[in-house]
């Protein structure tokens, strides 16, 4: 069985860049992705059309192109959780975790016993279809490689952040901004960069504490910059939709003049 190579990097203390797949429903995406130097992909299925069938055929090609991918599910439960990961899907990018009870429940549908009750799927892509070794040692390993970031996406989730960031099987927080703006009243007013700033260092500070790894989303250049230089060692900028029309919108610019 193959590791985790986002898990590997990241206790390594590497930065890693990727982008948000929100648009393009190929999997050869991700050999794109690869060859422009990116990372990491991140697929967003919570709001797009993304099915879990293209989801599954982008698992496997990962594992291949050892590029990895993190998904978003439409919501963080442990139907989601147990489809994503029995699919070959490492790394969970879990949306609208407003308590440290949420969190524990998503600790329990990642990790089997002892640390959770995540469901046994039987031989899959998940496992490689490796048979070597014991059960025990295969489910061990996939404890280890599971990868969870929490998205902290609303005023009442950073109440309990700390005790979010503490919790044995959350790997990495960061927060959804448009989300979390739109909770705070703040979305499209002049507060909003320095409000959700504010949050941000709210949760690199806990990232720090706590020994977990920080995530965040990037729109620009400088905001990269920003992050990383803050200490957070995933950082993913902008999105396939979003440089798709800023390339095509440039181009037709200087042709039609």
Same mark, same amino acid.
């Given at each position: 069985m193959q590791p985790n190579p986002m898990r590997a990097r990241v206790e390594r203390g590497e930065v890693q860049i990727g982008t948000w797949v929100t648009l393009v429903r190929t999997p050869s995406?991700?050999?794109?992705l690869q060859a422009a130097g990116l990372d990491f992909a991140r697929v967003?299925? /919570?709001h797009t059309a993304l099915s879990i069938d293209t989801i599954a055929d982008m698992a496997v090609l990962a594992r291949a192109l050892n590029f990895p991918i993190a998904v978003?599910?439409?919501?963080?439960? *442990? /139907?989601?959780?147990?489809?994503?990961?029995?699919?070959g899907v490492w790394n969970l990018h879990c949306p609208q975790v407003e308590s440290a009870a949420h969190a524990a429940e998503i600790v329990a549908a990642s990790r089997y016993a002892p640390m959770g009750? *995540?469901?046994?799927?039987g031989l899959g892509?998940?496992?490689d279809f490796a048979t070597t070794g014991t059960v025990a040692e295969r489910r061990e390993f996939a404890n280890r490689q599971v990868f969870v970031t929490v998205m902290l996406e609303t005023a009442a989730a950073f109440a309990d952040l700390d005790a979010i960031a503490a919790m044995d099987g959350i790997d990495a927080l960061t927060l959804g901004p448009a989300d979390?703006?739109?909770?705070?009243?703040?979305f499209g007013s002049p507060d909003q960069a320095r409000v959700l700033d504010e949050k941000r260092d709210l949760i690199v500070a806990a990232a720090k504490r706590h020994g977990k790894t920080c995530a965040m989303l990037a729109?620009?250049?400088e905001q990269v910059h920003q992050w990383q230089q803050a200490g957070a060692l995933l950082l993913a900028y902008s999105s396939d939709a979003e440089v798709l029309r800023s390339g095509f919108s440039q181009a037709m610019a200087r042709i039609k003049g």
């Open positions: 995406i991700l050999a794109l967003d299925m /919570e978003r599910p439409p919501k963080a439960n *442990r /139907e989601w959780i147990t489809r994503l990961l029995d699919v009750l *995540r469901g046994n799927g892509v998940a496992t979390l703006a739109q909770d705070l009243g703040v729109a620009s250049f």
